[in-house]
């Protein structure tokens, strides 16, 4: 059981907006930066957001995050087919002095 | 752009000791500006980060699994291994190397390999 807390499951159809939720506490979330991956079917995870709320070059602006408190948050607007993947968050964990990885959110694109 | 490459066998034994190694390219392994880990990823589940190395040697890993694991870097091979001892079938995975960013307040995982799979069967 992961000690970040993702929703399972997502879905929306072609141009929603969807959101992702990422649940922690004092000692991830609450104190350090989140991050979000992106892992498509087959592939390797990659870097969606960094320092909770910054994109990588690459990264198209329909992607957002934020974060409060011991909570984050991923956005995804104007949905296409091709964001059909899984998505992480990540934090580093004070307590376990290392990254702690949520249990992942699979999004469907109906 | 760097780009990791997993590496070792994909079957082993309950009870022996999974090694693999993660070789590095388009760039050194002896950046200060980078720790080297290990992800792993069981069929159907989450991410389950191992362990990291800085490429002086010093380690820090997941403390359930810490007893297991063995990280190490060889800077003259820009590679890092894993070794994960007394493997179970809960040990049959996924396993990705990654670069990890290191600074103050800034540590992720922004290149990682395509991942091998290790089964442990006997």
Do not use: M
């Amino acid at each position: 059981q992961s000690v970040l807390t993702q929703p399972p499951s997502a879905s929306g159809t072609p141009g929603q907006r969807v959101t992702i939720s990422c649940s922690g506490s004092s000692s991830n979330i609450g104190s350090n930066y989140v991050y979000w991956y992106q892992q498509l079917p087959g592939t390797a995870p990659k870097l969606l957001i960094y320092r909770s709320d910054q994109r990588p070059s690459g990264v198209p602006d329909r992607f957002s995050a934020s974060k409060s408190g011991t909570s984050a948050s991923l956005a995804i607007s104007g949905l296409r087919s091709e964001d059909e993947a899984d998505y992480y968050c990540a934090a580093w964990d004070d307590s376990l002095s290392g990254p702690e990885f949520g249990g992942g959110t699979k999004l469907t694109v109906l | 752009q760097l780009q990791l490459q997993e590496s070792g066998p994909g079957l082993v034994k309950p009870s022996e000791t999974l090694s693999l190694t993660c070789t590095v390219s388009g760039g050194s392994i002896s950046s200060s500006t980078y720790y080297w880990g290990w992800i792993r990823q069981p069929p159907g589940k989450g991410l389950e980060w191992i362990g990291s190395i800085y490429y002086s040697g010093n380690t820090y890993y997941n403390p359930s699994l810490k007893s297991r694991v063995t990280i190490s870097v060889d800077t003259s091979k820009n590679h890092f291994s894993l070794k994960l001892s007394s493997v179970t079938a809960a040990d049959t995975a996924v396993y990705s190397c990654a670069s990890q960013f290191w600074s103050a307040w800034d540590r992720y995982f922004d290149s990682w390999g395509q991942g091998t799979l290790v089964t442990v069967s006997s």
